[in-house]
């Protein structure tokens, strides 16, 4: 069975940055397009990230374009989000996902403090 757990989370300046880590037990990490997601307090959940296996093609919301890069090393089973510039509104529990089969991680916090 895959689980997901990120890491990497905490409270973080304004302008400051985090790098989150999700890494995946179970088979066929390489296989399959990962994705980072979150969900600020009284909002849905959204979307932030995908890469494909191979991690040649990556794609973002339009509210992290420039400032947050996924990236992927399928030998340790780990996808990141390097998120710099951070903002105040990035605000959220920080999840992962494995869309294929919506398998989600536990989520983390992030906070940006003004």
């Known amino acids: 069975q895959v689980q997901l757990v990120e890491s990497g989370g905490g409270l973080v300046q304004s302008g400051g940055s985090l790098t989150l880590s999700c890494a995946a037990s179970?088979?066929?990490?390489?296989?399959?397009?990962m994705s980072w997601h979150r969900q600020a307090p009284g909002k849905e959940r959204e979307w932030v990230a995908t890469?494909?296996?191979?991690?040649?093609?990556?794609n973002y919301a339009e509210f992290v374009k420039g400032r947050f890069t996924i990236s992927r090393d399928n030998a340790k089973n780990t996808v990141y989000l390097r998120m710099n510039s951070l903002k105040p509104e990035d605000t959220a529990v920080y999840y992962c996902k494995r869309p294929a089969d919506n398998i989600w991680g536990q989520g983390i916090q992030v906070t940006v403090s003004s």
């Open positions: 179970g088979l066929a990490f390489d296989s399959y397009s």
């Open positions: 890469i494909r296996p191979s991690g040649g093609v990556t």
